[in-house]
């Protein structure tokens, strides 16, 4: 049975078909994990020495994938940035002290005019010192600063979302990734069984082509005829093992692994998955609107376009004064005794505002700067939600392509079956010739083949359908 050409949704679902309404964004499992410490990486052989699911491979990638514990160290930096930008908003207790020594003559002295009959000089008591100190502490709060405080919250606001909306787009990566690795892997050890079988077949044919020729019944041609096929059929397998071998490597290599040095040849590690998977059920009109709705990639230009736009209000924010207010305590050395210990103190309390009427056209030049680069940011969101819309026709175009590629295969291998055992059966009567067998098997291997091809193909189709319309993967479940 071929699909329609557009398969529609269940009605009253969001995320269309029942995969995909049970499929959650990966990142609940990968945010967790920001609390904890970096993992070690894994350098024991525990998980390659027991079969593994691929919900187990998707936990492992969330721990160890290289991708994902750098963009958790992004993310890290990113709350950094915000507390940064955030600063400017929250109040701020500055300390300051200080102390200096200077030479004596350049110590001014204090004198008066005095009555006649006292004399001239300085009058008792009244020595300023060569030494002085201070000390103040303050609480100092920005009140007004042309709109830049209430830019810097929203700055700090979006700066958070985008950072977030980053790894999404890591953990959806990876996650696909590591489900494509996990295919490739399951296709590899079935080309190996077809390949095999193929062999197992042509050794059959083999057998009995020398019983017939011993018997006298067929030539000695055909015997050779059997064993060359025979033999052209070994580099399949060998190339099919070869291809398993690497497929385990790339696998391992996503999860995040180190391979130990004595597993030189092939990685012992043994996939519980299968390449059957069920039909996706999505209208494009919905899989477009979704994928507008859910890409984590669009949703981190869209912060970058409404952080340019904060930035536009920052530079606006020189055009205007700023005022701040303080309030604290201190306190200083007397300036008219050479005592030291002798401190005038007291609490403080004001206002401070400036204003740069004239600077030099800096502010005009950062308003002109940031507008720019808003408008740029503009273009840059229009032209990936235009190549988003790309990605999704072309992810379900391919989808369409592997599921009718697929139902085309579903009775062939049986049909190849019956026609391998009756052109043996017409061998065995005389009526059939060897090249009838050897064109139903070589035909039967390719059967084989083109099925769990067109397997692996849909499976990785639908997996970058999703992706591309935002749907992640389904959640990974606890490990067995």
Not at 406 to 430: D, H, I, N, P
Request: proline residues 5%; contains cysteine; positive net charge.
């Amino acid at each position: 049975m071929t699909p329609s050409p557009r398969p529609t949704p269940r009605a009253g679902s969001n995320l269309p078909g029942p995969r995909l309404r049970r499929a959650i964004p990966i990142l609940a499992l990968g945010l967790s994990a920001l609390g904890a410490e970096a993992p070690v990486p894994a350098r024991a052989t525990a998980w390659l020495d027991r079969p593994v699911s691929l919900a187990d491979c998707l936990n492992l990638a969330l721990q160890q994938n290289a991708a994902v514990l750098k963009s958790k160290q992004d993310l890290q930096a990113a709350h950094g940035v915000v507390v940064q930008t955030r600063a400017i908003v929250l109040p701020k207790v500055r300390v300051a002290g200080d102390y200096a020594i200077s030479d004596e003559g350049a110590v001014e002295k204090l004198s008066f005019a005095l009555p006649p009959g006292l004399g001239a000089g300085n009058l008792p008591g009244i020595q300023p010192g060569n030494q002085r100190w201070s000390g103040t502490i303050r609480l100092v709060q920005s009140v007004y600063e042309g709109g830049r405080l209430k830019s810097a919250w929203q700055t700090a606001r979006l700066t958070r979302e985008q950072a977030v909306a980053q790894h999404q787009a890591v953990l959806a990566d990876t996650a696909l990734e590591v489900r494509v690795a996990y295919a490739d892997v399951l296709l590899a050890a079935q080309q190996i069984v077809v390949s095999e079988a193929s062999l197992d077949l042509l050794g059959k044919e083999l057998e009995d082509t020398n019983r017939r020729h011993v018997a006298g019944t067929v030539p000695r041609f055909n015997v050779l005829r059997a064993e060359v096929e025979q033999a052209n059929a070994r580099p399949r397998l060998i190339r099919a093992k070869n291809a398993y071998r690497i497929a385990k490597n790339n696998l391992a290599h996503v999860l995040g692994f180190h391979v130990p040095k004595e597993v030189f040849e092939d990685i012992p590690l043994q996939l519980t998955g299968t390449l059957e998977s069920e039909k996706l059920e999505i209208a494009l009109p919905a899989a477009l609107l979704q994928a507008l709705e859910k890409r984590p990639e669009l949703i981190v230009l869209r912060k970058a376009e409404q952080l340019r736009k904060e930035a536009i209000v920052t530079a606006r924010a020189g055009y205007l004064p700023s005022l701040e207010a303080f309030g604290g305590y201190g306190s200083h050395n007397s300036t008219f005794f050479n005592d030291l210990a002798r401190d005038v103190s007291g609490w403080q309390a004001g206002v401070q505002l400036s204003w740069d009427v004239f600077d030099g056209g800096l502010s005009r030049g950062k308003v002109s700067q940031a507008r720019a680069l808003y408008e740029k940011a503009q273009v840059e969101t229009d032209d990936a939600t235009r190549r988003i819309e790309l990605e999704v026709r072309t992810a379900y175009s391919n989808l369409l392509e592997a599921w009718e590629v697929l139902e085309s295969q579903k009775k062939v291998q049986e049909q190849a079956q019956e026609a391998l055992r009756l052109a043996g059966a017409r061998a065995e009567a005389g009526s059939g010739t060897q090249l009838d067998v050897l064109s139903a098997q070589t035909a039967l291997t390719e059967a084989r083949t083109t099925q769990i091809q067109a397997q692996r193909d849909y499976t990785v189709a639908r997996d970058r359908l999703e992706r591309a319309i935002g749907a992640y993967v389904p959640a990974p479940q606890p490990a067995q």
